[in-house]
């Protein structure tokens, strides 16, 4: 199975296209005007996600950096700090926004090998109440966590988390970009993985197959001061029904099958295992994500490597996602494919 451009793609599964009953769907979308709360197909799509998440209400978001960012913004103030993870989206890949456009600091905290952040080391960056020092709000995680290999954060070890950020009068705010591959790995319903954590964020245009847009779920309260905070950062929407009906099948119709995208990475990595000079991180992985790297014994150079691999009709990086538009044949060819670019 390949793109309309030849390709498979395995970059990430941000590439992925939305499927033709997506398309039909956002051709018929009944819509509004969103900033007035007009916009029928959204509200749909908020209300889904809420029930989905076990949270109150839903707001619908162009992207996910949008939507975490804008978690932060009404969580904290200017001049606090959230506690992050070191290898946390939020810290490395969101372009620096909750310090530029927030005024947050970040308390880094490591990242383990499984994702998590050790409560140990949450417990210790929580800051002492002294007016030398910034207010500690927040504490996020991200589930699945995607720089450790998409591995998942544990049901208990999220209990265990809320409880800790709120006997010390902190939120918890989930990076939950891939919170279904999380939830399906672990066979378990989303709002039951999640039950406890103050805010949540996921995306619909990874794994999903949307094109675009996330939503982020918290109390009626929070998500009304999330509205304004969106409004302030020019997150305001007209006629997005078009985009929410897309959003609505992914959640209804695209959950299921992520076990699928699940396997073809666990074989994947099996595969490409087997082949000289490769090494797989982060051991078989839990979900969609394979990392790897090559050891000193092939002389070609990685960019050689795509190039090889792009003429064989597969674009790679060194982190490779399946996705919907990945299937067991074509998983079959990327590893012949990189056992002869590799090997000749």
């Known amino acids: 199975m390949s793109f309309s451009n030849g390709y498979i793609d395995l970059r990430s599964d941000t590439v992925t296209h939305p499927t033709a009953a997506m398309r039909e769907a956002m051709a018929k979308a009944e819509v509004g005007d969103d900033v007035y709360g007009d916009d029928p197909t959204v509200n749909r799509l908020q209300e889904l996600a809420a029930e989905k998440t076990g949270m109150e209400a839903g707001l619908f978001m162009p992207s996910g950096t949008m ?37 947050i600091m970040a308390g880094v905290v490591h990242n383990q090998p499984d994702g998590t952040l050790r ?26 966590q995607n720089i450790c290999g998409g591995m998942v954060l544990e049901r208990e070890y999220l209990r265990q988390a809320a409880e800790l950020t709120h006997q010390s009068g902190l939120k918890l705010h989930l990076d939950g970009a891939r919170l279904f591959n999380a939830a399906v790995a672990q066979n378990m319903a989303v709002k039951d993985l999640i039950a406890g954590v103050d805010s949540v964020m996921f995306c619909l245009s990874k794994g999903l197959c949307a094109p675009v847009g996330s939503v982020l779920c918290g109390s009626k309260s929070f998500i009304a001061e999330a509205l304004r905070q969106r409004k302030l950062v020019g997150g305001g929407m007209r ?106």
């Open 239 to 344: 006629q997005a029904g078009v985009l929410a009906a897309a959003g609505i099948l992914a959640i209804d119709t695209m959950v299921e099958r992520l076990v699928e995208d699940h396997q073809n990475a666990y074989r994947l990595a099996e595969g490409l295992r087997e082949i000289p000079g490769v090494e797989v991180d982060f051991g078989l992985p839990q979900t969609n994500m394979v990392y790897f790297h090559l050891s000193s014994e092939i002389k070609k150079s990685f960019a050689e490597i795509q190039d090889q691999m792009r003429q064989r009709g597969i674009l790679v990086e060194t982190r490779l996602v399946t996705h919907y538009w990945v299937d067991g044949k074509d998983i079959e060819k990327i590893i012949r494919s990189f056992r002869e670019a590799l090997h000749g």
């Open 67 to 103: 939507a975490n960012l804008t978690a932060l913004l009404t969580h904290c103030e200017r001049g606090s700090e959230a506690i992050v993870g070191n290898c946390s989206h939020i810290y490395v890949d969101e372009a620096g926004g909750m310090s530029a456009l927030g005024g």
């Open 119 to 144: 409560l140990e080391d949450i417990r210790a960056a929580i800051r002492a109440d002294d007016i030398h020092c910034p207010r500690t709000r927040l504490v996020c995680l991200e589930n699945t």
